[in-house]
T-cell receptor, first 111, second 113 residues
Framework: DTAVSQTPKYLVTQMGNDKSIKCEQN?????MYWYKQDSKKFLKIMFS???????INETVPNRFSPKSPDKAHLNLHINSLELGDSAVYFC??????????FGPGTRLTVL | AQSVTQPDIHITVSEGASLELRCNYS??????LFWYVQSPGQGLQLLLK??????LVQGIKGFEAEFKRSQSSFNLRKPSVHWSDAAEYFC???????????FGKGTRLHILP
């Protein structure tokens, strides 16, 4: 059973398009996250939701909008994609003060 | 502000040799500490964690880490590396029960045959 899953695994699109990445966790965790990993492997937190409520919103362009329909899902919608958005996006979940569980990542390439 | 430093961007060791990856953190109290591994094209997998208690923590795949409060360090060790250990290693800290986990910039481990 996959604990944290993301779709799609790969996403190739043109500049200016709008795209979404979906994330689901079946661990019963209350908190979910989105991270961006750039080409230098640096992991930067973007958002965190706890029980569908936005907890952390780092300095991310407002073209990025997370949506949490329920505590098992946290989707990421990106408007007007730019070249600099190309990266691997990781979803993660966490319960209370435990460790984070990561999804397999979505590699986004903007042409 | 809290921060995590992994001073080595790349480390190369021979297969069978011992390994130590360094991690230092900046935080007033003792945070929760983690080591994750990322194999090429994969997500992050937890190797081990420290919350409290014994400062020498055992993890998966033969890894261990030692928390040293006086040095604000949480170095990862393995007595004998295998070619399959080649990967990116991330140290991370969570200040107390804070939802935010801060990652270091990672250390890429290369294994020589």
């Amino acid at each position: 059973d996959t604990a944290v899953s993301q779709t799609p695994k790969y996403l190739v699109t043109q500049m200016g398009n709008d795209k979404s990445i979906k994330c689901e966790q079946n661990l019963g965790h209350d908190t979910m996250y989105w991270y961006k990993q750039d080409s230098k492997k640096f992991l930067k937190i973007m958002f965190s939701y706890n029980n569908k409520e936005l907890i952390i919103n780092e300095t991310v362009p407002n073209r990025f909008s997370p949506k949490s329909p329920d505590k098992a899902h946290l989707n990421l919608h990106i408007n007007s994609l730019e070249l600099g958005d190309s990266a691997v996006y990781f979803c993660a979940s966490r319960q209370a003060e435990g460790e984070q569980f990561f999804g397999p990542g979505t590699r986004l390439t903007v042409l | 502000a809290q921060s995590v430093t992994q001073p080595d961007i790349h480390i190369t060791v021979s297969e069978g040799a011992s390994l130590e990856l360094r991690c230092n953190y900046s935080y007033g109290a003792t945070p929760y500490l983690f080591w994750y591994v990322q194999s090429p094209g994969q997500g992050l997998q937890l190797l081990l964690k420290y919350f409290s208690g014994d400062t020498l923590v055992q993890g998966i795949k033969g890894f261990e880490a030692e928390f040293k409060r006086s040095q604000s360090s949480f170095n990862l060790r393995k007595p004998s590396v295998h070619w399959s250990d080649a990967a990116e290693y991330f140290c991370a800290v969570a200040p107390g029960g804070d939802d935010k986990i801060i990652f270091g910039k990672g250390t890429r481990l290369h294994i020589l045959p």
